[in-house]
């Protein structure tokens, strides 16, 4: 087993170090640079993308995260109308015609009770569906009209780290697909898309390289109350994932959410005793998650900033840089809320690759 670590403690700090090659891998042959467009081997042609109303996106955990991080990309990118829902409550609610509707089932695993069943709700409806999934023959890849791979590699570690960031980057390539096939995106912001995307895995390197210092902060800080995360936009969807990835490894109050909705209650838990993780990025409106960094900052809790925005520096008091990358930037900032759970857990003795209570694939409801 400790081969198979690669001498690395644990598969979760293997695998979040493996991200830049498996960000390749999802990348690789898929992108046409000059073109401005992806080939993806999916069959959702012009025609068929003309007629579709709403992208509905199902997932859990997670994958769920990804998968609102994929929303605003769509939106942005795309100009589509788009909805996220947790797997376990979703009903269809299809256009008139049901092939108005294409639901995209975001599930690492392929396997996950609630997404499978989401799924199959849709299609029963008459939906078009697409499985994006890392899982090459599982049961979403063979229900679904069709699959799209995220090529991360296999994952052990119970939390995901490198599938959400494959996730993230193959459903930006499904954004420059679907933009560019329904008109609504020019080949000049969709070469620009994909050429943050190329330079993703060295940002994500980038990060990786300042994982000592993470480590630090992470044992600077390991003894709190309980740990807030917060960001607006593409940075909200980071917020929850660094949150839940805190918990399920760490076994430490944590609670992500958009950094607008502090005032309408958290605040109140704000002490010097919780600490405030926050991307300050571009895609996640730095200048107005400063506002609310602000209000944690009078009221004395520690803020670490993952951040690509000057203004934020004299607010924070750790800032972790994050390097220019455009929508792609709170995705990097992720790596490092990832290897901050990571050296908390560590510190705290925990097992890591196998939280209690928790399994890497859930198949029931
Ligand atoms: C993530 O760290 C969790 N282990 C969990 O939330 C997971 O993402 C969820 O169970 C969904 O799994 P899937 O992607 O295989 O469908």
Redesign the pocket.
């Given at each position: 087993e400790a081969a198979e670590k690669g001498g690395y403690d644990h598969y979760m700090l293997k695998e979040i170090h493996e991200q830049p090659g498996a960000l390749r891998q999802t990348l690789s042959g898929r992108v046409d640079e000059v073109a401005g467009d992806v080939d993806l081997d999916v069959d959702l042609s012009s025609e068929v993308l003309a007629d579709v109303e709403e992208i509905q996106l199902v997932?859990?955990?997670?994958?769920?995260h990804a998968g609102l991080y994929a929303r605003r990309l769509l939106e942005e990118f795309a100009d589509v109308r788009v909805t996220v829902e947790v797997a376990s409550e979703y009903e269809f609610t299809g256009g008139r015609d049901p092939w108005e509707t294409l639901v995209v089932a975001?599930?690492?695993?392929?396997?996950?009770a609630d997404?499978l069943s989401a799924m199959r709700k849709a299609a029963k409806a008459g939906a078009r569906t697409l499985a994006v999934t890392n899982t090459v023959g599982s049961t979403a890849a063979r229900e679904a009209d069709d699959a799209l791979y995220i090529r991360a590699g296999p994952e052990i570690g119970?939390?995901?780290t490198k599938?959400f960031a494959a996730q993230v980057t193959a459903l930006s390539l499904l954004t420059v697909h679907i933009g560019r096939r329904r008109g609504a995106l020019s080949s000049e912001r969709a070469s620009n898309l994909l050429e943050n995307l190329r330079g993703l895995p060295g940002a994500v390197q980038q990060l990786l390289d300042a994982s000592e210092r993470l480590e630090a902060v992470a044992s600077e800080y390991v003894d709190e109350d309980a740990y807030f995360f917060v960001g607006r936009k593409l940075g909200a969807a980071v917020a929850l994932e660094g949150a839940?990835?805190l918990k399920?490894i760490a076994y430490v109050h944590a609670e992500g959410f958009p950094s607008g909705e502090l005032k309408h209650g958290t605040l109140a838990l704000v002490t010097e005793d919780t600490p405030v993780l926050t991307v300050l990025t571009e895609g996640a409106r730095p200048k107005e998650t400063l506002n609310n960094v602000k209000e944690v900052e009078s009221r004395g809790a520690p803020v670490i900033g993952f951040s690509s925005y000057d203004a934020a520096a004299n607010y924070l008091d750790v800032e972790i840089p994050i390097p220019d990358l455009g929508a792609l930037e709170p995705l990097v900032a992720n790596v490092g809320l990832q290897l901050f759970a990571y050296h908390v857990a560590n510190e705290l003795g925990r097992a890591i690759d196998k939280p209690r209570n928790?399994a890497?694939?859930?198949t029931v409801e």
């Open positions: 997932a859990c955990g997670t994958s769920y975001v599930t690492q695993s392929g396997e996950t997404t119970v939390a995901a599938t839940l990835k399920e928790l890497k694939s859930v």
